[in-house]
């Protein structure tokens, strides 16, 4: 059974940072693609980051310097490292897995990926 469990998240002022991680399991952590989603309240959910299995990265602009996402296959573990955080970047967060292991896309995990609960992340100004 694939599972797919969220910490770190919390509240923040603006300016300052966290680091989501996220442990998987029941599944072959390191052939798939691995991403974070978000979603705030009365707003689409988006793709924030995605890792491929070779470790290339790809982000969405709105996080584009500020984040970075990593993957330590060793331990199942994904991860967001969040810097410069924003009020409106404050959402639930999602960790996403692709269920099979073919190409990385924000489109095909939005549609397709397996999800986390989330953990949710306020930032105030």
């Known amino acids: 059974q694939v599972q797919l469990v969220e910490s770190g998240g919390g509240s923040v002022q603006a300016g300052g940072s966290l680091r989501l991680s996220c442990a998987a399991s029941g599944y072959t952590f390191s052939t798939r693609c691995m991403a974070w989603f978000r979603q705030a309240p009365e707003k689409e959910r988006e793709g924030v980051a995605f890792?491929?299995?070779?470790?290339?990265?790809s982000y969405a602009d709105s996080v584009k310097g500020r984040f970075t996402i990593s993957r330590d296959n060793a331990k199942n573990s994904l991860y967001l490292q969040m810097n410069s955080l924003k009020p409106e970047d404050t959402a639930m967060y999602y960790c996403v897995a692709d269920p099979s292991a073919v190409y990385c896309s924000f489109a095909r995990l939005g549609q397709f990926g397996w999800r986390g609960q989330g953990t949710q992340v306020t930032v105030s100004s």
């Open positions: 890792i491929a299995r070779d470790s290339s990265t």
